[in-house]
C-alpha cells in the first residue's frame, strides 16, 4: 500500500510545497485537490493544488517532473462536487469541469480521478436514479474513453440545513453500490472508500471490505467519534453534526487492525489517503501539518513500508 494524504487540508501550500512536505515525512503520494478556481461556501472545498481548466501536455509534463523530483506519486485527482444537482446548469457545470478533471488524469498517466456521485437531497432516492441514469453513464463512458478509472467516496453530505433531507451524494451503502454498478457494469467505475462514514450511520466500516474488494480502487484514511450522550439527547434524525465529528486517525471509534487485516486480504495495494478533517488540528498551518505527521505515524503501525 501506500500511505499519503488528501491536499484539501493544507490549501495554501502549492503543490510544489505539498510535494516536498510529504517527501520529507516519509510519504509515499498525495491526492490534489482540483476545484475550479473560484471561492466555495464548503469546508475543504474549492482548493486547487492543480488547475485543470486549460490543461495541457506541458503542464503534465511539469508535473510529472516534481512527483519525479520528490519521489511522491499522485494517488489520484480529487474533485467532489454535486453531478445530480436539481440544476440542470449547474450540475452541467460541475460535469464539464470533472470532464477537465479526467482529461487531466489522462495527461499525467494517472487514470484515477475521485469524487461524489451527487444526489438532488430534495428527491426520493429511486428519483435519484432517474437522474443518476441521465447523467451519471456518459460521465463514466467518458473515463473510460480516457482510461480513466473514477472512484466514488461514500460520504453522504448530510451535514448542513441545505443539504437537508436526503444529502447530496448517492452513494453511501453497500446496497446502493450494487445498485450502482449494476445499472454501469464498467471496470473503471468503483470507489474511494472512506470507513468513517460508516460509523455515524451505525454501520459496520469493515464488512463491505471482501465484497467489494474488486472496486475499491482508492481509499481516505479518516476516524470518527460519536458523542453518545448527545445522541440519546439528539437522535439520528438529527443533523449528524450534532453528535458525531471527524478525528485523526486512531483518535475515534474504528478499530484499524480489523480494517487493514481484512484489507490486506483482499490483496488490496492502492493508496491510503489520510484526509484531515478533524478541527482540534485547525488552528494554523502548523497544526495541520502536525495532524499528518501523527496520522502517518500511527498508519504506519498497519502499512509495510
Known sequence: ????????????????????????????????????????VRRYAGVTHIDVADFTQKDADGILLLVKKYGVSLSGLGYYPNPLAADQEEA????????????ASAMLGLNQVNTFIGRDPSLSQEENWK????????IVEYAESKGVRIGIENCPMFFTEDEYPGGKNL????????????????DS?????????????????????????????HIHAKDVRIDRDRLNEVGILAPPNAYHCPKLPGLGEIDW???????????????????VEDRAYEATEETRKASLRQSGRFLRNYIAS
Open 171 to 186: 452513494a453511501v451503502s453497500p446496497a446502493i453500490w450494487r445498485e450502482m454498478f449494476a445499472r454501469i457494469p464498467s
Open 92 to 103: 452541467s457545470v460541475y460535469i464539464h469541469h470533472l470532464h477537465k478533471v479526467i482529461d
Open 257 to 275: 487492525g480489523r480494517f487493514f487485516s481484512v484489507l490486506t486480504d483482499t490483496g488490496y495495494d492502492g493508496p491510503v489517503c489520510i484526509e
Open 131 to 138: 437522474l443518476f441514469d441521465q447523467r451519471w453513464p456518459s
Open 1 to 40: 500500500m501506500k500511505l499519503g494524504f488528501v491536499s484539501a487540508i493544507l490549501p495554501d501550500l502549492s503543490l510544489e510545497e505539498l510535494l516536498a512536505f510529504a517527501s520529507e515525512n516519509d510519504f509515499d503520494t498525495l491526492e490534489p485537490m482540483c476545484w475550479p478556481c473560484q471561492k466555495e
Open 189 to 217: 467505475f468503483g470507489l474511494n472508500y472512506d470507513p468513517s462514514h460508516f460509523v455515524w450511520q451505525q454501520m459496520d466500516p469493515v464488512q463491505p471490505i471482501k465484497e467489494f474488494a474488486s472496486k475499491i480502487f
